[in-house]
């Protein structure tokens, strides 16, 4: 079986605007809020938020990149050699409110993953999580406190998200086992 799209560009931006008014709305106003992107895919959604949201309130959002390679608990384990990249976060995230951006929601691992790197830099205010895509199979306790599209799956089907500043184009898809290609980010 193909790839099936289950989001376009028009939905991931509509998607993106509502997320970033749920973010303004629960924190009371855009102040004091800083993005912290996971990479690779979770840092341009971060950069998306971070523009509708100046758009909205006239406020600078700053927005950081963090590389979750040396924090994760599977590292050994990864069928993929990964290239361990620089984290980029240039402001302190002290007192601030820290929205983690992740492009799919999975396990929880790589939450933890990052929630671990986030400590390493300071003490937050409150650390929020948006994701693109929650496809359920929580190995962990932790949740999402703002989600793009709940896609429930089966364990055996792989969420693909494409982004335009990554992969040059905008979509959603995901695949039955055997349908070629092995990407799967969690």
């Known amino acids: 079986m193909p790839e099936k799209v289950l989001l376009n560009s028009a939905d991931i ?13 629960r924190n009371k106003g855009a102040i004091n809020i800083v993005f ?26 700053p927005v950081g990149s963090l590389d979750i390679t040396l924090y994760r608990d599977d590292v050994s384990s990864l069928s993929f050699k990964h ?21 799919v929601f999975y396990t929880g691992r790589s939450i ?19 994701v693109l895509i929650d496809r359920g199979h929580r190995e962990l306790p932790i949740r999402a406190d703002f989600v793009g599209k709940n896609i429930p799956t089966a364990r055996n089907e792989e969420i693909k998200v494409y982004i335009s500043e990554v992969d040059a184009v905008d979509k959603v898809t995901v695949m039955k086992p055997g ?6 980010r969690e």
């Open 83 to 103: 290239v361990v990249q620089q984290s980029y976060v240039p402001f302190d995230i002290s007192g601030k409110h820290v929205i983690l951006v992740d492009d």
């Open 112 to 130: 933890r993953a990052a929630l671990d790197a986030l400590m390493d830099l300071g003490r937050a205010e409150t650390i929020q999580l948006a």
């Open 179 to 184: 349908a070629g290609g092995s990407d799967e």
């Open 13 to 25: 931006e509509r998607a993106l605007v509502r997320v970033a008014h749920e973010i303004v709305e």
């Open 36 to 61: 912290v992107g996971i990479k690779t895919r979770g840092v341009p959604l971060a950069q998306r938020l971070a523009k509708i949201i100046h758009d909205m309130e006239k406020v600078e959002t």
